[in-house]
């Protein structure tokens, strides 16, 4: 009498991988315990054993809106248009803070949790993304200080502001889509993690953090809107100061087409040598 064979699990790491951006929506949701979990313990693990604790969050931008006053404002002496000059920096910092920490965070994440991804499987983008729910926390409560000036220099957001989630939405996705480019490049060349902090530092002072984009020359405009965090900081701008801050709907719709490729590369290469990771690791 033949022996039936046990039926076989096949655990296929690139579910969906035709297409990719659905399937990492789909993996989110599908693992979004784990996901929650994840990004709570990034949470916590942030601020354990700290002084300050989550006041740390509402520090750093304060104190790198003073430098970016005094290198801009007083010693370049650049103009600020109708808006004040902490409002002009703050209202950009915290979008390019949010992108930067989570371009930083990702970039070492998966190698962080190399005990994880060796062991047992699940979807590794999952490990990225909760690093980039754990800058957007600290985002949110940079906007206690933006807030407060707010109602100090008396500027009032008008009926822009229903665009604020967009533009943090946008954030968010581009953050995402350098984040899985890091992250799967770390894994394969450690040196990876030793330069993303350089390409942070110079990436704050070419993007229109501690300036004005209307300061760029016109012929040079196109070029330097190739950077998608320039349609971005203006939104936040425009948005957060009643339209007292000018937004170019051309340097916004050039963003979201960077962030969009920049997204859809990154999930399409990460989901390429998802299945090798634990194997490199």
């Given amino acids: 009498m033949p022996v039936s064979q046990p039926p076989e699990l096949v ?6 991988s035709t297409r990719y951006l659905s399937g ?7 693992y979004r315990e ?21 006041a740390w969050a509402l520090l750093k931008p304060v104190l790198t809106m003073a430098v970016l006053i005094v290198v801009f404002s007083r010693l370049a002496n650049l103009p600020s248009g109708e808006l004040p000059y902490p409002i002009l920096v703050l209202a950009a910092l915290l979008p390019w ?3 930067s920490s989570a371009m930083t965070e990702c970039s070492s994440s998966l190698v962080d949790d190399a005990h994880l991804v060796s062991k047992i499987y699940f979807p590794r983008m999952i490990i990225p993304a909760s690093s980039v729910i754990v800058s957007l926390m600290d ?53 990876v993690r030793q330069v993303v902090p350089f390409i942070a530092q110079l990436g704050l002072y070419v993007s229109p953090v501690g300036f004005s984009s209307n300061v760029v020359p016109e012929q040079w ?10 349609g971005i900081i203006d939104g936040f701008r425009w948005a957060i100061s009643g339209g007292l801050s000018p937004l170019r709907v051309s340097d916004l719709a050039l963003a979201t087409v960077v962030l969009s490729v920049t997204l859809w590369s990154g999930a399409r290469y990460f989901r390429r040598i998802e299945r090798r990771f634990a194997d490199i690791i």
Avoid: E, H
Wanted: charged share 10%.
């Fill in 11 to 16: 655990i296929d790491a690139r579910n969906g």
């Fill in 97 to 99: 803070q949010f992108f």
């Fill in 34 to 54: 784990l996901f929650y979990f994840l990004a709570w313990r990034d949470v916590l693990v942030r601020y354990k054993q700290t002084v300050i604790g989550i």
């Fill in 221 to 230: 405009r196109l070029l330097y809107s190739l950077n998608p965090m320039v």
């Fill in 24 to 30: 990492l929506w789909r993996d989110l949701w599908q």
């Fill in 139 to 191: 985002w949110a409560i940079s906007g206690v200080i933006l807030l407060a000036l707010l109602c100090w220099y008396g500027v009032l957001p008008g009926w822009q502001i229903i665009f604020l989630p967009l533009f943090a939405l946008l954030t968010f996705a581009l953050s995402l889509g350098v984040g899985l480019w890091l992250a799967a490049l770390t894994v394969k060349y450690r040196d």
